[in-house]
Structure formats: C-alpha cells, structure tokens
C-alpha cells in the first residue's frame, strides 16, 4: 500500500516519538531474534535510549551490532460498514542503524527527561555521580527509516454505503487523568509546573 507512505519528514518522526514514547529494538544475539521494548526520544535525526548499566541487552546495542526500531502511535479506529473494510488510522515508523554509547551523558540525561516531560529537568535536582554510574544512554544513529501513515476514511463498496450499518471513525484520545501525590511527600508541595502542564495537555 504505497499511498500509506510518507515522505521522510522528521517532523514527523520526532511527533511520533513523543506520542508513543516507547520504541521496540529488534536485533540478533547468537542467532536468535531479539526485541527490546524502551522509551525513547529524538535527538535531531537521532533517537536517545537509556537504562541500566546492569542491562544486558543494553550493553549489547552499545557494541553497535544493527538494529531494527519500530514505533507506532493508534490515532483513531475505523469503523467501516464490513469487517474487512474496518480498520485503524496509525502512524508508524520503521529505523535501521545502530547504537553507540553517549559521551556526553549528563546533557543527553537531560534531553531524554525533557522529551518525555517537557520542563522538568530545571525543577530537578542534578544527577548524582552514583546515579551516573548506573546509567547507560545510548544514542542510535539512523541509516535508512520509513513512516507509514493511515489517516483516511472508510473504504466501503457502493452496496456497503448504500446499506443501513454506521461508518465512521472514532478518534482515540489520550491523555493525564490526574497527578497523584507520592504518600511520602512532604505537606506544602504543589504540583510543578511541568506536571500541570501535561494534565492540560
């Protein structure tokens, strides 16, 4: 379905990235399949990934063995006249590269937190070098990669539409219900701004 696919447009990629905010790594360890699931972020025409020194897996990307990334994002389900015809609006990308580990640590830290909480990193105290130690961000460089978007309507027939079944599509919506206080924290703390800011988002 070439109609689906969409010019390279990173725009567009790092808009998918933040709505679904975990990618999947596939990659091959001695002859068997692999998938990571993780949260991610751009970083220009990057994607930024981070965990646990203890990782195994993660150890394993920063050796720079290729990597498949998959992100999709459901936007909506479509609702046709006939289950054949019925289906989903999705956004969904597919990168091919590899990763390496980040020199810079502290500032792509940074970058990760503030993709996936816009505003938070200047209400944050700064990492400490135990926590530096235990983490490992890596950055993936990206050689070739797809976008595939569905957006339309439904495709009925002609005696489809002319029947007496609803169409249409159903917009998927999400979002913060609400910010719930940690039980230990201190009285007198209001919600940052941060937080406010993704409950009216």
Not at 33 to 62: E, F, M, Q, Y
Not at 181 to 198: F, H, Q, R, T, W
Request: net charge negative.
């Amino acid at each position: 379905m070439p109609e689906k696919f969409a010019a390279p447009d990173l725009a567009a990629l790092a808009a998918l990235v933040r709505d679904a905010r975990v990618g999947h790594f596939a990659f091959v360890e001695d002859g068997q399949p692999r998938v990571l699931p993780i949260a991610i972020v751009t970083d220009g025409a990057h994607i930024l990934l981070h965990g646990s020194t203890g990782s195994h897996w993660l150890r394993l990307l920063a050796t720079g063995v290729p990597v498949a990334l998959s992100v999709t994002a459901i936007d909506a389900l479509v609702i046709a006249r006939s289950a054949f015809e019925s289906s989903m609006n999705y956004r969904s990308a597919v990168l091919f590269g590899s990763c390496a580990t980040v020199l810079d640590q502290v500032a792509a830290l940074d970058l990760v937190t503030e993709g996936l909480i816009p505003g938070r990193v200047v209400e944050l105290r700064s990492h400490s070098a135990k926590e530096l130690a235990a983490t490992l961000v890596l950055r993936m460089t990206v050689d070739e990669w797809t976008l595939k978007v569905s957006d339309g309507w439904p495709e009925d027939g002609p005696a489809d539409v002319a029947g007496s079944a609803w169409a249409g599509i159903l917009p998927l919506r999400t979002g913060y219900a609400e910010a719930i206080a940690a039980p230990d924290l201190a009285g007198g703390i209001s919600k940052p701004e941060s937080v406010l800011a993704m409950l009216d988002g």
